[in-house]
């Protein structure tokens, strides 16, 4: 499975993309801290799994959804 996490703490974002990093189910995983590049990282690669941030600025996870 290929996964994404957003999240525009970057501690929390390194944390989570190394703990799913050491899952065996998830074969990739990208970290963004910008949910506008994570959207185009997705169009052209897809994702089975996606962990969002929902109080991010600018865009924030709900609205990433839509």
């Given amino acids: ?3 994404i996490c957003v999240d525009d703490e970057i501690l929390v974002l390194q944390l989570v993309v190394s ?7 998830i074969s990739e995983v990208k ?6 590049e994570a959207l185009l990282w997705i169009e052209g690669h897809g994702a089975d799994i996606v962990l969002l941030d929902i109080d991010m600025p600018g865009m924030d996870g709900i609205e990433t959804l839509h």
């Fill in 31 to 36: 970290g963004f801290s910008d949910a506008s």
């Fill in 19 to 25: 703990l799913c990093g050491q899952l065996p189910q």
């Fill in 1 to 3: 499975m290929r996964a």
